[in-house]
């Protein structure tokens, strides 16, 4: 893929769309910058209470400061907060001591966008300065024309909508089938078969038949199956650990990443509500790889309201809870991201 130039607001907003798949709302966006190469992209909700502006922006920067080779950022404020006339920016003490925070770090800002709910203009603009652009001037955007091209879309939330199960009770019967044969097997066999089957699954350019699905889908319901299973998605071959925790000197695959995304979902379709649980919860932990935390926890959630019990979506909802970023995105090397640069 043949890396693009941003030369103007309406293609950084274009690509913060395109990369986050979503259009942000009451958001802060950040993103890093190497000698002009786009690092990593940070979207965190805006502050909602006064006072917390310095604890707010550390919390900030000790996300950014973990791209290791930024020396600035670029933001866009979202807010649907209008501008007073005579007044400062909203938000304009979070900006305030988001610069002092990183400026202790050695980062600076660069550049930043002011975005309403029409329209966006630049954030350190002079009081009573109007210089605002339509915010529909971003479709017109080369980033944005190049994205559209490669079959990219901005959805208007970031709210996931789940494809609809087919509610085949032939399915479900398939996965308890397959669960029963699982269990009448010994456990590194039973383990090794079910890597075998998701491995050409990965391989392949075709979705999988419906008798391979639920086999997938029964393989899924064992933990020590369904770590290996997530260990074999990246095509890394490093110990299981250090892959699940994203903390490999390789760079993951990040196509069949992708794929094995689709794969899932398409698995997805063909569970019962009492399966879905593992299939949704290890979407979420590919997204959480690709450093799409508000949506990996939104998977989890979506898991939890199938299993209310299952521990590992509980548990890796903590961790994102906890702020904890996948490892592969602290390293321009090995992180999920479009090339893009800017001049």
């Not at 075709?206 to 319901?221: G, H, K, R, V």
């Not at 770590?227 to 390789?250: S, V």
């Not at 979506?313 to 800017?342: E, F, S, V």
Request: net charge negative; charged share 20%.
């Amino acid at each position: 893929m043949n890396a693009l130039t941003i030369k103007d607001p309406a293609d950084l907003l274009s690509f913060i769309g395109h990369t986050l798949g979503f259009w942000p709302t009451e958001s802060l966006v950040c993103i890093t910058l190497d000698k002009g190469k786009v690092g990593a992209t940070l979207r965190i909700d805006l502050p909602r209470q006064a006072g917390t502006e310095v604890l707010y922006a550390r919390t900030v920067s000790s996300y950014l400061t973990s791209d290791t080779n930024a020396t600035s950022i670029v933001f866009a404020l979202y807010t649907s907060t209008p501008c007073e006339p005579g007044q400062p920016k909203p938000h304009a003490a979070t900006i305030a001591a988001l610069t002092g925070v990183l400026a202790e770090n050695g980062i600076s800002i660069r550049d930043g966008i002011f975005v309403s709910n029409d329209a966006y203009s630049p954030y350190d603009s002079d009081l009573g300065q109007d210089i605002s652009l339509p915010l529909t001037t971003t479709e017109y955007s080369r980033v944005n024309a190049e994205f559209i091209y490669r079959g990219s879309t901005i959805e208007p939330t970031n709210r996931i909508i789940l494809p609809t199960p087919t509610q085949d009770a032939d399915h479900a019967t398939a996965v308890k089938n397959g669960i029963n044969t699982i269990r009448a097997q010994a456990p590194q066999e039973a383990a090794l078969q079910a890597s075998r089957l998701w491995t050409a699954m990965l391989d392949s350019n075709d979705f999988p038949t419906d008798e391979d699905c639920a086999l997938l889908i029964a393989s899924f319901q064992f933990p020590h199956i369904r770590d290996r299973l997530m260990a074999d998605i990246p095509g890394i071959d490093e110990p299981p650990q250090h892959i699940l925790f994203a903390q490999t000197e390789t760079a993951p695959k990040w196509s069949r990443i992708e794929w094995a995304q689709q794969l899932l979902l398409h698995a997805y379709t063909r569970t019962s509500s009492q399966h879905a649980a593992p299939i949704l919860t290890t979407i979420g932990y590919i997204n959480w790889w690709e450093g799409r935390g508000s949506k990996a926890h939104q998977y989890m959630q979506l898991a939890l309201e199938t299993d209310p019990g299952y521990r590992f979506a509980r548990l890796t909802d903590q961790m994102l809870g906890a702020g904890m970023i996948a490892a592969w995105n602290t390293n321009k090397d090995t992180a999920y991201k479009t090339r893009l640069d800017m001049p």
